[in-house]
């Protein structure tokens, strides 16, 4: 009986080693994993994209009547109450009787204008694209071919 106890001995040594080093290269893949993550991870925080890339915007709507006009900006009430300011630049298109301009909103209404208003929302702000006048929107100017014919007459 006693030779078979030596015999395990070395066995159970053995397991022990074994298991020490799959033990420590375990350990030691984990270490190297978190350095490999910490070093070439992304800079940028977890959920918020990749870096460089714009955030996509959001289109937005309204109908309504101006209740403040500004330089760099347009309010409109609904008629369900709903308000909201949108910044005005020089990409927005004016749509009046008179026609389109480009980057002169803010020259083309006043207060109390009924307006239709295409707009996106760029980091959390409404950013007018095109403010046209109510009756341009609603489609009550004149045919296109009467202006093309106006148009072509010298």
């Known amino acids: 009986m006693a030779s078979r106890h030596l015999r395990q001995e070395p066995r159970d040594r053995q397991f022990v080693r074994v298991f020490a080093v799959v033990t420590a290269a375990v350990a030691f893949a984990a270490v190297v994993s978190a350095a490999v993550v910490f070093f070439l991870g992304s800079p940028t925080p977890h959920g918020q994209g990749t870096p460089g890339a714009a955030p996509a915007s959001q289109p937005v709507s309204q109908q309504g009547t101006l209740v403040a006009v500004t330089p760099d900006s347009l309010t409109a009430r609904s008629s369900d109450g709903f308000a909201r ?6 990409q927005t298109t004016a749509l009046t009787d008179a026609g389109s301009r480009i980057g002169s909103a803010a020259s083309a209404f006043v207060v109390n204008d009924e307006v239709s208003i295409l ?36």
């Not at 300011?85 to 020089?90: E, G, K, P």
């Not at 702000?125 to 010298?154: E, F, I, K």
């Open 85 to 90: 300011t949108y910044l005005i630049d020089a």
């Open 119 to 154: 707009a996106v929302i760029r980091d959390g702000q409404a950013v007018a694209t095109t403010v046209a006048d109510r009756s341009v929107s609603n489609l009550d100017g004149p045919p296109m071919d009467d202006v093309a014919a106006h148009s072509a007459t010298p």
